[in-house]
C-alpha cells in the first residue's frame, strides 16, 4: 500500500506542478492512502497526523484555486486594487 501512496503522491505534485487543479484531487487520494497505511502498521501515527493537516490544505488549495481560475469576484476585486496600486 506504501508504494501505491508514494506513486500517487508523486502524480499528484507532478499534475499540480502543471497547474493542473486535479492534483490536489489526486492527493487527497494519497493522503488517505498513507492514512490507511500508517494505521495499518500501527507505528506511524505522527504520519497519521501530518496526512490529516495534509488532506484538509489540499481541500483548501483547491478550492482557492478554482476561485482564481473562474474569475470570482474575489479575484477580480485583488486584479482592480493590483491595478489602483500601481497608479
Known sequence: MD????CFEIAALWLVGNKN???FLLGLVCNVLWIF???NT???YALVFVCTIYF???IRNYVKWSGEEDGS???QLHG?????RRL
Open 56 to 58: 484538509f490544505l489540499n
Open 73 to 75: 469576484v474575489t479575484h
Open 21 to 23: 487543479k486535479v492534483g
Open 37 to 39: 497505511y500508517a494505521l
Open 80 to 84: 482592480l486594487m493590483a491595478y489602483y
Open 42 to 44: 500501527k507505528t506511524a
Open 3 to 6: 508504494w501505491f501512496a508514494a
